[in-house]
């Protein structure tokens, strides 16, 4: 239905080393977004991709979203401690469905 | 600073109360969300209001209830509760649904402890 799947859930790196997470729906999306969440925070917005195959960076994290529009990836380059949170994606419309989410540790 | 304000932050309270979570949207969003995120899950999608009206519900107990007033401020009512309806409550608003660039803009979130 409304669900995005995330995986990992969770996922442990040695600073430095790089991290992914993927976020996989079973209907196309119409665009898809990703949020952070620090802990003990909330979630805040990281970025939209909207075109089939589109990449977007921001400094050391690149986003994808699929060429069927089905699925999108988190990319971090270099995991820094402050990187350490849960990311979510969302699949958004007339609401936010949001996916089950990645929680990251940075092991210094 | 989001510009969503929740309160309180905080509440403990005994199995059996009600409890009402409070939240004033961003200034000019219409749209207001409820979330429960329990512990180490994933926001779970309660209820949405849109200027004034219910627009679509989630996984919502029937024991749970909301409402969005005039002035746009949102209030979740939680009663009969349980030790399981412990959680973290995200309100969040957005620009009117639908529209392609909205992102939802988070409140701090209310911490339910139920004992």
């Known amino acids: 239905g409304q669900q995005v799947m995330q995986i990992p859930q969770y996922q442990h790196v040695q600073e430095g080393e790089d991290f992914t997470t993927y976020c996989n729906s079973s209907?196309?999306?119409?665009?898809i977004q990703w949020y952070k969440q620090r802990p003990g925070g909330h979630p805040v917005f990281l970025i939209q991709l909207v075109k089939s195959g589109e990449v977007k960076k921001q400094k050391r994290l690149t986003f994808q979203f699929g060429e069927a529009k089905k699925n999108s990836s988190l990319h971090i380059t270099a995991t820094q401690t402050t990187d350490v949170g849960t990311y979510f994606c969302?699949?958004?419309?007339?609401?936010?469905?949001f996916g089950t989410g990645t929680s990251l540790t940075v092991i210094p | 600073d989001s510009g969503v304000t929740q309160t309180p932050k905080h509440l403990i309270t005994a199995t059996g109360q009600r409890v009402t979570l409070r939240c004033s949207p961003r200034?000019?969003?219409?749209?207001v969300y409820w979330y429960q995120q329990s512990l180490d899950q994933g926001l779970q999608f309660l209820i949405q209001?849109?200027?004034?009206?219910?627009?679509a519900k989630g996984n919502i107990l029937e024991r749970f209830s909301a409402q969005q007033f005039p002035d746009l401020h949102s209030e979740l009512n939680l009663s009969s509760l349980e030790l399981g309806d412990s959680a973290l409550y995200f309100c969040?608003?957005?620009?009117?649904?639908?529209?392609?660039?909205?992102?939802?803009?988070f409140g701090q979130g209310t911490r339910l402890t139920v004992v």
């Open positions: 969040a608003s957005s620009v009117q649904p639908g529209q392609g660039s909205a992102e939802a803009f």
């Open positions: 209001y849109y200027n004034g009206e219910e627009r």
């Open positions: 200034s000019g969003d219409l749209s």
């Open positions: 209907t196309t999306l119409s665009n």
């Open positions: 969302a699949r958004t419309g007339n609401q936010f469905y």
